[in-house]
């Protein structure tokens, strides 16, 4: 049966669709227009439109230094949370121990908490284990909070998976982990690949957690929230504007590598099938 | 038919992280919430009640949490009033656009939450983008200084930065429809309208409340939008905290907070699971 339905749609629905969409995209085009506008952030309509904030931009050092340390701690953390979130999903699914509902609230908690409570909590442990606060700090805290997402997307996957075939893989003869490796995995590769590009969005952009775990190197966000802070910086709007133009193209390489395998959108389902259990 | 060496592998790992990274953790933001602070600025670890003391008898600390809990509130109404019809439109009447529709959603996700709460400062501000065009349509007369500054801005931009959140669930749980229950309540003479409310709301209330607990939680939890867009009357509960953590250096008394919001936001899942369950049907 095809999707569309018998009626059609009343027009006050679709004049509210654009007005949500126009308040959802207002400020981003606001963003862009203004990292070309000659008078920096003030001023309507922007003026003498120049490149310079761009030129300004890739000549500093400091905001690079944070586009780096940031990628560094979104890949580190996207391990971390994939290393221990997909045996999480693993055990939620089929594994029985004492203290299991217990335990899938304790690491799904970070998706639904403010940033605040996770970022403080760690903030202690690390104080009273005298940890140094640092990127490292900020990596434990990402991951820690992402395995979250890892858990969600492939216990998704996982109820979605066939396990006859890891069934006749064991009974032909494979081991546990020839089965892992060769039939759960593969299986299992589009949630893995989804988990993956969003733990490491979700962590590009992390602010409150890594808010409370801050050592001496800052973070893109840190960097943007201190300048911020301090006053007036067009500067921002131009990296948030090629920043934006990077993730378009992530999404349009995504959004081909699913339509290849499977359609559904998927990341609402699972939060609404998670809360479930 | 898996063995027990396979099921430690997958659990042990898992478990001894999340033990040590997110249970101790909250434990320990437990017992900070009853030591205390010596004039000199170290913790004492001497268990008392006086944090929550403090906690009742100055205003200002429940004042806030009702201001934070009210920006929320409204915070969830809009994003519900903003998300819920658009989930609506795209999953009975987006037709083959329905997926290019969906990204629509998702992409203002990928720009910085901080650049975006910014831009509205640029869009409020008293030479702003919104006060020069209503100065140009002569719609006032003077700069509207309510805009920045204000709770109105935090819920503004809250709204915006949750609506997307809000949608998701709700969109999710609507997809989930049988399409052939609209349809039979089509064929036995329902009205448009009658089949929405008798047949397509009741079955998204699983994800309305998921979307309405996002937004509800995530925005009560906010500390940046009120800092960047509140001024002194959008001052919200985490931003106490976070002074309590920075320059006032009274841990055991921002532990306190937090674990008063933490308690607040785990009834509120709590409430919204059994509300859920109520209402599911399968």
Redesign the interface.
């Given at each position: 049966?095809s999707?569309?339905?018998?009626?059609?749609?009343p027009r006050w629905?679709?004049a509210?669709?654009l007005a949500?969409?126009a308040?959802?995209?207002?400020?981003?085009v606001?963003?862009i227009l203004?990292s070309f506008n000659g008078q920096g952030?003030?001023?309507?309509?922007p003026r003498n439109l120049t490149f310079n904030w761009y030129r300004i931009l890739f000549n500093d050092a400091p905001i690079w230094d944070s586009v780096l340390n940031s990628l560094l701690v979104a890949a580190a953390a996207m391990l971390i949370a994939l290393?221990?979130?997909i045996?999480?999903a693993?055990?939620l699914d089929?594994?029985q121990?004492p203290g299991k509902a217990l335990?899938r609230r304790?690491?799904l908690?970070?998706l639904?908490?403010?940033?605040?409570?996770t970022g403080?909590?760690?903030?202690?442990?690390f104080r009273?284990a005298e940890v140094k606060l640092s990127l490292l700090t900020i990596i434990?805290g990402h991951g820690?909070a992402l395995?979250s997402v890892a858990t969600t997307e492939v216990f998704a996957g996982l109820q979605k998976l066939n396990?006859a075939q890891?069934?006749a893989s064991?009974d032909l003869g494979a081991t546990?982990c020839q089965t892992f490796w060769r039939i759960t995995v593969p299986n299992l590769k589009l949630s893995i690949i989804g988990a993956a590009l969003l733990i490491f969005?979700l962590s590009m952009?992390e602010?409150?957690v890594s808010?409370?775990l801050i050592g001496r190197d800052n973070t893109?966000?840190l960097e943007?929230?201190g300048r911020?802070?301090r006053g007036i910086t067009p500067e921002?709007?131009a990296i948030?504007t090629i920043?934006?133009l990077f993730?378009?193209i992530?999404?349009v390489f995504w959004?081909r590598l699913r339509?290849r395998a499977e359609?559904?959108?998927?990341?609402?389902?699972?939060?609404?099938e998670t809360?479930?259990h | 038919?898996?063995?027990r060496?396979?099921?430690t592998?997958?659990?042990v790992?898992?478990?001894v992280?999340?033990a040590v990274?997110?249970?101790?953790?909250?434990l320990?933001?437990f017992c900070?919430s009853f030591w205390s602070v010596s004039d000199s600025g170290t913790i004492v670890h001497s268990w008392n009640l006086d944090n929550y003391h403090e906690l009742l008898n100055k205003p200002v600390y429940w004042q806030t949490l009702l201001r934070s809990m009210w920006i929320a509130a409204r915070v969830m109404f809009f994003s519900m009033l903003?998300?819920y019809?658009?989930a609506?439109?795209?999953s009975?009447?987006a037709?083959g656009r329905?997926?290019l529709?969906?990204?629509?959603?998702?992409?203002?996700l990928?720009?910085?939450?901080?650049?975006?709460a910014?831009?509205?400062k640029?869009?409020l501000?008293t030479?702003?983008?919104l006060n020069?065009?209503l100065q140009y349509a002569h719609l006032t007369s003077h700069p509207l200084d309510f805009l920045l500054y204000s709770p109105f801005a935090v819920v503004l931009t809250l709204t915006?930065i949750y609506?997307?959140f809000t949608?998701?669930?709700?969109?999710?749980?609507l997809?989930?429809i049988p399409?052939?229950l609209?349809?039979a309540s089509?064929d036995l003479g329902a009205t448009?309208a009658q089949t929405f409310w008798r047949v397509i709301f009741p079955l998204s209330i699983?994800?309305v409340l998921?979307g309405a607990?996002?937004a509800f939680?995530?925005s009560?939890?906010?500390?940046?939008a009120p800092?960047?867009l509140g001024g002194p009357s959008g001052i919200m509960i985490?931003n106490i905290?976070?002074s309590l953590?920075g320059a006032a250096y009274n841990?055991p008394l921002?532990?306190a907070i937090?674990l008063c919001?933490?308690t607040l936001?785990l009834g509120l899942?709590f409430l919204?699971?059994r509300l859920?369950k109520k209402w599911?049907f399968s």
């Open positions: 049966m999707a569309t339905t018998p009626i059609k749609s629905l679709t509210h669709a949500v969409f308040f959802l995209y207002l400020p981003i606001i963003l203004y952030v003030g001023g309507f309509p290393l221990f979130g045996p999480a693993l055990a089929r594994a121990f335990f304790l690491v908690l970070p639904i908490l403010p940033g605040i409570i403080l909590s760690l903030s202690m442990l009273v434990l820690t395995i396990r890891e069934e064991l546990y969005t952009d602010i409150a808010f409370f893109l966000p943007i929230w911020l802070r921002i709007n948030s920043i934006f993730s378009l992530a999404i959004y339509t359609v559904t959108p998927e990341i609402g389902a699972e939060l609404v809360a479930k | 038919m898996f063995s060496a396979y099921r592998a997958i659990t790992p898992p478990l992280w999340v990274f997110l249970l101790v953790p909250y320990l933001m900070y903003l998300g019809p658009l609506y439109l795209l009975f009447h037709g329905k997926d529709y969906y990204q629509l959603v998702i992409i203002p990928w720009v910085s939450y901080l650049v975006r910014y831009a509205w640029t869009i501000g030479d702003g983008v020069t065009l915006h609506t997307p949608f998701l669930p709700i969109y999710a749980s997809e989930h399409r052939n609209v349809e089509h448009p699983p994800g998921a607990t996002f939680v995530l009560l939890g906010d500390f940046l800092l960047l985490s905290v976070v953590f841990w921002g532990a937090s919001m933490l936001v899942i919204s699971e859920e599911s």
